[in-house]
T-cell receptor
Framework: EPEVTQTPSHQVTQMGQEVILRCVPISNHLYFYWYRQILGQKVEFLVSFYNNEISEKSEIFDDQFSVERPDGSNFTLKIRSTKLEDSAMYFC??????????????FGDGTRLSIL | AQSVTQPDIHITVSEGASLELRCNYSYGATPYLFWYVQSPGQGLQLLLKYFSGDTLVQGIKGFEAEFKRSQSSFNLRKPSVHWSDAAEYFCAVGAQDKLTFGGGTRVLVKP
């Protein structure tokens, strides 16, 4: 069964540095997402992306964050000038075509980001 | 604003016993509802989904869930749990392409 792939599985970065989290969505999917889960807290929506632009973002997703689909297969989340509170598990998800949410989102295994 | 509540943080169940995980949601229209499972060190795997139609939905691994509009609930059930069902379970509501998750319920299975 096709799956969403995320790399790396664990990223350790010094505070203030930039980090790029990478995702390869399922190949025929058109909608892409990032979520995060701070340890002990809920999974939170960050951003959705469709047709090469952001379709919705949460208040968490400020100017520190950006997303990009640099080619036909990758979907990246960049965090500039990382802070301690950015430490979390970051999940990428994708879904196929369909109105609103009537196609389920499929999630990757996540990247655990640790900011030191 | 949409929200999801999973009242039980932990549930311990004996292997072979039945399991029910509670989920209550708040949403202004007909919700799209999901249950995901997360095993240790792994991502979120979709168990089942409700979009419309039959309010009792069947999922993978022998799970089912029932949508009750009058109670704003979407509880997950399994008649007989296996040791491999030990994991964390998340209920989610989706709208406008954004999923809102509950806090999760961690299920422990006793031999």
């Amino acid at each position: 069964e096709p799956e969403v792939t995320q790399t790396p599985s664990h990223q350790v970065t010094q505070m203030g540095q930039e980090v790029i989290l990478r995702c390869v969505p399922i190949s025929n999917h058109l909608y892409f997402y990032w979520y995060r889960q701070i340890l002990g807290q809920k999974v939170e929506f960050l951003v959705s992306f469709y047709n090469n632009e952001i379709s919705e973002k949460s208040e968490i997703f400020d100017d520190q964050f950006s997303v990009e689909r640099p080619d036909g297969s990758n979907f990246t989340l960049k965090i500039r000038s990382t802070k301690l509170e950015d430490s979390a598990m970051y999940f990428c998800a994708s879904r196929g075509a369909g109105t609103n949410s009537n196609q389920p989102q499929h999630f990757g295994d996540g990247t655990r980001l640790s900011i030191l | 604003a949409q929200s999801v509540t999973q009242p039980d943080i932990h549930i311990t169940v004996s292997e072979g016993a039945s399991l029910e995980l509670r989920c209550n949601y708040s949403y202004g229209a007909t919700p799209y509802l999901f249950w995901y499972v997360q095993s240790p060190g792994q991502g979120l795997q979709l168990l089942l989904k409700y979009f419309s139609g039959d309010t009792l939905v069947q999922g993978i691994k022998g799970f089912e869930a029932e949508f009750k509009r009058s109670q704003s609930s979407f509880n997950l059930r399994k008649p007989s749990v296996h040791w491999s069902d030990a994991a964390e379970y998340f209920c989610a509501v989706g709208a406008q392409d954004k999923l809102t998750f509950g806090g999760g319920t961690r299920v422990l299975v006793k031999p």
